[in-house]
């Protein structure tokens, strides 16, 4: 049977969210999230909205943006693992890269973590550099090393031999062996075949260790969802089939955060404004990013205190998010985050019990978030509660109320102004050259603070903002990042022959999943660097290697600002594969302009404030601040100063006034 519906779901910290596209205007909903068993928030969701006999029936495909993965490494709850190297260097993951955060501390306290009692075990055998056997694993040494493997009880196992990205068959035969005893592997020359044997060894360890909960949670939720397809967001920005995902835990560590990115950049190009900073306020925390037309990736990401280095949205993470804690130290100081009231008992405007103030309160205080309007009018705020608790920070601080509540605020909005100045400042792009944009149920309340703080005339609040990241699921291109090391002195011939293998590759998993062959589109690139350096720029493939090398002196030259006379190196092969998702389309809004539904007084706001439903608001309608634009998922505050316009797709495009 076709496909009628399609549902993005995007689990957060606080609220899980739904978006519904099908015939006509986009469905919402927000449940609370079941972070001790998120699929039961899911369930709910679709009952909620009236779609188990769809899901039943085969006519609603299910695409997931998950944080269990996340959420297991961030409080350390992962499988028991053991880490298998060559004999000598089990150490390796321990030692690192002897980056120390504090840089001055000569004596710094030992940090007691998973890697502290990590169960290593080293295998005799040895590839060289050039993937050329110089000790063979032979039975005996084989049968020893996986003794002492059961010895330690493990759910889990991870692999990563010295050059194994070169020749994957020593890994190969210790896997097979443990997997024939009904344990769970995971192998480097698998998840990420390249040099870096301490990235790769940890990238392996977080798959292992993730995985049997990622699995088991994706068996239960597939079963639940049955005949519905489940499609998983990657931390890439495309989605792969549920039963891939299982086995690719590392791959899930932005899962949720990469939907955002896929409804950005999908947004820019309808809007012709490709160069965005992004912001994503949530309940809990804030993600921001920088768009330059496509979705910048990294290697050089970090889940806590692990290095991650599979390719993952380019992204930088604060805990300053709605329910993020304000609170008064010892020395009499202010501090908003990054702890959080969670969702229950929440802030203490949702009357939950909350004695604590947060971010929420102080928008509740001030009037910009409104009693009416909080998810529809579906949550009841209790603006005596949140009153009472910012009175009671005030009196620490030795302020009135609002004044309280105005200092919350500007705590927040630099906390956000910092992370977004850290993706583009500190990299050398100029905020004036973009346009801000904001999602995430909190966003559209700090946009334009924000954007004053960076000197950015420009903002977008999307249609749907506060669930964005869940519409921006069902858009994502199911997709493939394939990835192979190159030996120093390939041809370039023997390069054409990899890429045409790892094209097929992705082709073969991207039909499994039922694309095309003639859907599927790639793209080829080089990480390449100057010879001695280990830091690599991600280059287009051209077919004349000197076009190569002179875009490699370029591209160093605008990161870096130089370039040198030194050999260049080309370490990596790339190969994106994807498919764009045919998602159906929206329909334009009415021209008919809306009318304020009031106009109103608000604390520290001299001129009165117009009070608008944002679903009220027609095509090309322009709104001038201050002014509260309110829906379902969300509240936007426009600052005095600022003036809107609204687009044929609802979106509100605001600028700076002159």
């Given at each position: 049977m076709p496909l009628s519906f399609w549902l993005g779901v995007d689990t957060g910290g606080t609220f899980t969210d739904f978006v519904l596209l099908g015939d006509g205007e986009p469905r919402i909903h927000k449940v609370l999230s079941t972070p001790a068993a998120p699929e039961q928030a899911i369930l709910q969701g679709i009952r909620e909205m009236g779609l188990a006999e769809a899901m039943a029936a085969g006519e609603l495909a299910v695409v997931h943006g998950t944080t269990v993965a996340t959420n297991a490494a961030l409080e350390g709850k992962g499988a028991r693992t053991v880490f298998v190297t060559n004999s000598g260097i089990e150490d390796i993951l321990r030692i690192g890269r002897q980056n120390r955060p504090e840089l001055y501390n000569l004596t710094p306290a030992a940090q007691d973590g998973v890697l502290t009692t990590l169960p290593c075990e080293g295998a005799g055998c040895r590839l060289d550099a050039n993937g050329q056997e110089i000790q063979a694993l032979d039975d005996e040494a084989l049968n020893e090393l996986l003794a002492r493997i059961h010895a330690h009880d493990p759910e889990s196992v991870a692999i990563c031999l010295l050059f194994s990205y070169l020749d994957g068959r020593q890994e190969q035969r210790i896997a097979g062996a443990l997997r024939q005893a009904g344990l769970a592997v995971s192998t480097s020359h698998h998840i990420i075949p390249t040099r870096g044997e301490y990235e790769r060894g940890m990238a392996t360890w977080l798959n292992a260790w993730l995985s049997p909960k990622v699995a088991a949670y994706l068996q239960r939720l597939q079963q639940a969802t049955k005949p519905a397809p489940l499609a998983i967001m990657q931390s890439h920005g495309g989605t792969i089939a549920a039963q891939q995902a299982r086995e690719l835990a590392v791959n899930l560590?932005?899962?949720?955060?990469a939907g955002g990115l896929a409804a950005a950049q999908r947004l820019g190009e309808q809007l012709q404004q490709p160069q965005?900073?992004?912001?994503?306020?949530?309940?809990?925390?804030t993600d921001v990013a920088l768009l330059d037309g496509d979705i910048r990736l990294t290697q050089q990401g970090r889940?806590?205190?692990y290095p991650v280095a599979v390719p993952m949205v380019d992204m930088h993470t604060i805990g300053a998010g709605g329910g993020s804690l304000a609170y008064?130290?010892?020395a009499g100081l202010l501090h908003v985050g990054p702890q959080s009231a969670g969702a229950d008992p929440g802030p203490a405007c949702y009357g939950r019990g909350g004695q604590q103030v947060t971010v929420t309160d102080a928008n509740v205080v001030l009037g910009r978030l409104?009693?009416?309007?909080?998810?529809?009018?579906s949550l009841t705020l209790d603006v005596a509660a949140a009153g009472q608790a910012m009175a009671s920070l005030g009196s620490q601080l030795g302020l009135d109320t609002q004044a309280a509540a105005e200092g919350v605020l500007a705590l927040a909005n630099e906390h956000m102004t910092q992370a977004l100045r850290v993706i583009s400042i500190q990299k050398g792009h100029d905020p004036a050259d973009f346009a801000l944009m904001s999602f995430g149920g909190a966003g559209g309340l700090h946009v334009c603070d924000l954007a004053d703080n960076l000197g950015m005339h420009r903002a977008i609040v999307p249609q749907r903002a506060g669930v964005l990241s869940a519409e921006g699921l069902v858009y994502a291109p199911r997709k493939r990042e394939l990835l192979k090391a190159l030996p120093e002195g390939l041809s370039d011939a023997d390069c054409q022959n990899e890429i045409h293998t790892l094209q097929a590759q992705g082709r073969q998993e991207l039909e499994a999943e039922g694309v095309a062959a003639d859907q599927i589109r790639y793209q080829v690139y080089l990480d390449m660097c100057?010879?001695?350096?280990?830091?690599l720029l991600q280059i287009p493939w051209?077919?004349?290697?000197?076009q190569r090398e002179q875009a490699f002196h370029q591209a160093h030259e605008r990161r870096f600002g130089h370039r040198l006379g030194l050999p260049v190196e080309q370490v990596n092969l790339r190969v994106q594969c994807q498919a764009a998702r045919s998602a159906p389309s929206i329909p334009a809004r009415s021209t008919q302009p809306g009318q304020p539904l009031r106009r109103d007084r608000l604390p520290g706001i001299d001129a009165e404030v117009s009070i608008y439903q944002r679903e009220h608001l027609g095509n090309g309608q322009r709104l001038h601040g201050p002014a509260l634009i309110a829906e379902a998922v969300g509240t936007t505050w426009l600052a005095p100063g600022w003036d809107a316009r609204v687009d044929p797709q609802g979106h509100l495009l605001l600028e700076k006034r002159i």
């Open positions: 560590l932005l899962s949720g955060p965005l900073m992004t912001f994503d306020m949530g309940g809990t925390s889940i806590g205190p008064v130290d010892d409104q009693p009416d309007f909080a998810l529809g009018g100057y010879r001695g350096q280990s830091s051209q077919e004349d290697a000197g």
